[in-house]
Every structure is written in structure tokens, then in C-alpha cells.
Nanobody, 122 residues
């Protein structure tokens, strides 16, 4: 059974930093592209960042580019998202996803975690 378990969410002040992590099990982690999406209240789930199977390629949404870094450790089956200079508009539930096409589309990812909530106060 594939499981993606996110951790690291919480409450942070605007301008602060937060690192969310995802631990994968039940799949051959190195065979999957990994991504982070987020969903704010009343809004659709949106792409945040992705990293290729072999961590050579990354992609970021314009809204987080320059403020966030996605990384993965294939030995530990983990993917992290470091977020800096956080803004209130970054408030959302952050989801980890695994797929075999590095994409910005929700439909491209087969497995999803339950999410971790990030709240940025102004």
C-alpha cells in the first residue's frame, strides 16, 4: 500500500520560513517524480513545485519561485519543500504527490498524501 505522509506544517509569521516534508512508502520512490501542491480554502488545488526522479530537474510555480526550494533524498524516500519569505497568501494545505510525469497538473500524479496545513499570519 502506497503511503505519502506529510509533516512540518504549522503557524508562522509573514516573512518567516517553514519546511514541509513528505515520507513515502510502498513504492519504488526513485521511479517517481514528486511534487507539492497546495489548496487554500475555497480554491482549487494548485501546483507549487516538482522534482524529477533523479533530482536533476525542478520546476516551480511563479508564485513561489525564488522563495522555495524542493529537494529529495532517494535513500530516505523523502521529499522536502523549504519555503522562505512566507506571505499570508501562502496559507493552504500542502499536499505531496507522486507520479511518473513531471507536470504541473493534478491529473498527472497518481498518489497523494493527506496534506499538512500551513498558516501564515500577517
Amino acid at each position: 500500500q502506497v503511503q505519502l505522509v506529510e509533516s512540518g506544517g504549522g503557524l508562522v509569521q509573514a516573512g518567516g520560513s517553514l519546511r514541509v516534508s513528505c515520507k513515502a512508502s510502498g513504492l519504488t520512490f526513485r521511479d517517481y517524480d514528486m511534487a507539492w501542491f497546495r489548496q487554500a480554502p475555497g480554491k482549487e488545488r494548485e501546483f507549487v513545485a516538482a522534482i524529477s526522479m533523479i533530482p536533476r530537474f525542478t520546476n516551480y510555480a511563479d508564485s513561489v519561485k525564488g522563495r522555495s526550494t524542493i529537494s529529495r533524498d532517494n535513500a530516505k524516500n523523502t521529499v522536502d519543500l523549504q519555503m522562505n519569505s512566507l506571505k499570508p497568501e501562502d496559507t493552504a494545505v500542502y499536499y505531496c504527490a507522486a507520479g511518473q510525469l513531471m507536470s504541473t497538473r493534478v491529473e498527472s500524479y497518481r498518489y497523494w498524501g493527506q496534506g499538512t496545513r500551513v498558516t501564515v499570519s500577517s
